[in-house]
Each structure stands twice: as structure tokens, then as C-alpha cells.
């Protein structure tokens, strides 16, 4: 909780520095804030407050973000026409196409740039050897745009890299993890097209945000999809939204209930918060694929645990949506990409907290600067329920046995 917001407070000083001061931050300005934050943090005496206290305040530095990042969002459904959005007619007025083929094109452009040119092999060299190249999410970017813009007929007779994988035999996934193979073409012209919508998306918000978050083919074998970073996220940033169903702890505490409800979650998507509420995404979609339920960065439940090379570049955080936040009555509660299973009853979770919460949620905020690659956090699986999957392996034993209340052998 204390690096949290730690993380939090150092990104709000640096922002505010970007706003004051012209040109690029250097790194030395960027340690001498940390020192800045410490200090803050020291004179408001956060290293002792008790840790409610401590949750309390993360929400207070949380909240201005989250506001924030609803009202891009709003501001971009603005500008997509709601008749992109049509389930059966994907065809769109002359200006919007254009409008949509003039963002996508010119983000193509960029992306070809910055691979040909030397900046983004620089980029990738650091101090820290956590921080990773940036070359592997360009190049699938590079071929997502390519493969929405050849479906558009925006390419001409440029051959992409999804038309030369379908000359092969085997039905291979594309750089959005989707397999056009198992579905008809009236099916993956309408996926392509939400595909497109979602790209126009995330390149209006990160020209108003200075990044945004894109779900596209995982960097890690076999993983299936993952999430990028599009642009930079300093530390501290949020970045994700878990989606699903809310259940508060009341309810979770007859164990048949529970083993009959959440036996099967083959793909780890039930997550759980410091406080016992959990979060059940196994439903969730995917995709943004309308305008009803369009956060964006609803895509937690997707974003994949490290291979063990690397370190996770993200963290996650609860998440509170409280009255005092104005989100109904300014209309971007349609942002929230929860609903409670059940009601939290009187005595629960509720009945605890300084503000009127209208909403528990979930979400992943950046551990470090990310930039153009994707993301990745620390699953912490019991290790009370059977073998781990191959592809899991613990980051930090002792937070684990923290976590999970895991008791030091005798022996």
C-alpha cells in the first residue's frame, strides 16, 4: 500500500513538473521527485498510519485518475458514431470512414517510423534490465493495422502478414490472438470492424492521455491474447479495469457455495481483493463489441502472468466507485465494468467504508514507466489448490505465503 501510493504521489509531481516545464524529463529529475514523494509522504506521517488510513488515501489518489480516464473515454464514444456500433450493418458514412481510415493510416505511418528508424532501438537500452524492447508490440501492431486496413481495403495490394500465415494449412491466430479460420467471412467482417473501432480507440485516447492499453496476440507462447501498453505510462499509472460480477465476502463464506459456484476457472479469472471481495471475470468479454458497456480498458481479466525472464511491470489495486465521485449523474458510470452478484448486505464490506461506495472494483496500476509493451502481473496463486500449471512459477515466495496465510513448514 505504501509503494502504491508512493508510485502514485511520484507520477502526480511528475505530471504537474511536464505541465510547468517545457522539454523532456531527464532522469535525474525523475529520482530527485521520488526523494520528493518520500518526503511528503514522511511529513504526512503515511509510514505509520494504519493501513485503513493507508487504503483510504490510495482510493483519494485514485479517484481524480479514474475520473479522468472515464471522461476521455466519453470524450472518443463521442466522436465514434453510434452506427459504427450496428450488429448487422457494418458499412459507415463517407466522413466517418474517411475520419477513421485518415487515424489509422497515420498511426500506420508512425509505427512503420519508429520501426525503420534507429530511435526505438535506443529506446529499449536502459538502466534497468526490467524495462523490455519495444520492438516486439510494434510489430504486432504493425500487423493488427495492416490486417483491420487490408479488411477495409485501405492497403491497396500490399500483402500482409495474416494473408501470407493463410496460405498455410494450419489454422494459426492473428496478431489480435482471433482465429479467422473457425468463423464464416460475414462473421470476421463484423470482428474486424469492432477490431478497427477499437484501434480508433485506443489512438484518441493516448494522443489525449499520452498512452492507452490495446488486447492483441500475447507475446508469450501459447498465453493467447495479453495487453499492451500503447504510448508511456510513468509509474503509478492506472491501466486496466477488472470486468465482471462483484461478490462481497458475506457470501463467500459457506465453502460448499463457493466450490459449487467458482469450481471452474480454467483460465484464472477470479480475482480477489485484499478484502475479500471477489471479482469474477470468467464472463467478461474480450473485445469491446458495443456502446452500452465501452470501457476500454476493461481487459484486466486478460493481462498474463510473466514468464520467468520477466519481471511484472504492473500491480493490482482495489478500486472503489464512490457517490462523492459524480459518476451517475454525470453519465459515466457506463464506464464501470461491474455488477453485483449480490448486494452487499448491511453488515458487509459496506458498513466499513468512509465514503458511500457504489461499486467494488479491480484494477492493474503500472510498477514502473511502460512504454509499447505489454503487461504483465504477479497471479499469486494458492498454493493450497493442487500443482501449479506449467507455465506458472511464484515471483515472491514470502509475499505469497503473506497472501495465502501460508505457514512455514516445521521441519
Same mark, same amino acid.
Given at each position: ?29 525523475? %529520482? ?14 503515511? @509510514? ?80 534497468? @534490465? ?28 500490399? %500483402? ?74 510513468? @509509474?503509478?499509472?492506472?491501466?486496466? =479495469? ?100 449480490? %448486494? ?31 503487461? =504483465? ?28 496465510? %501460508? ?5
Amino acid at each position: 500500500l505504501y509503494m502504491s501510493i508512493l508510485a502514485s504521489t511520484h507520477r502526480a509531481m511528475r505530471l504537474q513538473r511536464r505541465i510547468n516545464e517545457e522539454g523532456a524529463e531527464t532522469r535525474e529529475q525523475v %529520482e530527485a521527485l521520488i526523494d520528493e514523494a518520500v518526503a511528503k509522504l514522511e511529513a504526512s506521517n503515511a @509510514a505509520t498510519t494504519p493501513i485503513v488510513g493507508l487504503r483510504y488515501e490510495l482510493q483519494n489518489i485514485l479517484a481524480p485518475e479514474i475520473l479522468y480516464s472515464f471522461e476521455t473515454f466519453n470524450g472518443v464514444d463521442r466522436a465514434i458514431p453510434s452506427a459504427a456500433y450496428a450488429s448487422e450493418e457494418v458499412e459507415l458514412e463517407t466522413d466517418d470512414d474517411d475520419k477513421f481510415r485518415s487515424t489509422l493510416m497515420n498511426d500506420y505511418e508512425s509505427v512503420q517510423s519508429q520501426l525503420s528508424s534507429g530511435d526505438v532501438f535506443s529506446s529499449s537500452a536502459s538502466s534497468s @534490465a526490467h524495462v523490455r524492447s519495444p520492438l516486439p508490440y510494434l510489430n504486432l501492431k504493425k500487423d493488427a493495422l495492416e490486417t483491420v486496413s487490408s479488411a477495409k481495403g485501405w492497403l491497396g495490394n500490399v %500483402e500482409t502478414n495474416e494473408e501470407k500465415k493463410a496460405e498455410t494449412e494450419e489454422p494459426t491466430a492473428d496478431s489480435f490472438g482471433y482465429y479467422p479460420d473457425n468463423a464464416d467471412d460475414d462473421v470476421n467482417a463484423a470482428i474486424r470492424h469492432y477490431q478497427m473501432i477499437n484501434m480508433v480507440k485506443s489512438v484518441l485516447i493516448r494522443e489525449k492521455m499520452g498512452f492507452s492499453v490495446l488486447s492483441l496476440k500475447s507475446t508469450v507462447p501459447g498465453a493467447g491474447r495479453g495487453v499492451f501498453v500503447d504510448g508511456t505510462a510513468v @509509474a503509478g499509472s492506472l491501466v486496466t =479495469f477488472f470486468p465482471g460480477d462483484i461478490w462481497p465476502k458475506e457470501y463467500l463464506s459457506n465453502a460448499a457455495f463457493s466450490t459449487s459456484i467458482f469450481k471452474d476457472d480454467n483460465n484464472f479469472q477470479l480475482s480477489i481483493r485484499y478484502d475479500d471481495i471477489l471479482i469474477d471475470s470468467r464472463k467478461a468479454a474480450y473485445t469491446v463489441l458495443n456502446d452500452v458497456k465501452s470501457n476500454p480498458w476493461a481487459v484486466g481479466h486478460i493481462v498474463n502472468h510473466p514468464p520467468r525472464d520477466v519481471v511484472p511491470n504492473c500491480r493490482t489495486v482495489a478500486i472503489n466507485f464512490t457517490e462523492k465521485m459524480g459518476l451517475e449523474a454525470s453519465g459515466l458510470d457506463r464506464y464501470v465494468p461491474n455488477t453485483y452478484a449480490k %448486494e452487499p448486505m448491511l453488515t458487509g464490506p459496506k458498513a466499513l467504508d468512509r465514503d458511500m461506495v457504489t461499486m467494488h472494483g479491480f484494477g492493474l496500476v503500472t510498477a514502473r514507466d511502460v512504454t509499447n509493451e505489454e503487461l =504483465f502481473y504477479d497471479y499469486r496463486l494458492s498454493p493450497g489448490n493442487g500443482p501449479y500449471p506449467d507455465w506458472y512459477h511464484p515471483i515472491d515466495e514470502e509475499s505469497l505465503k503473506n497472501r495465502w496465510w %501460508e505457514e512455514e513448514d516445521s521441519d
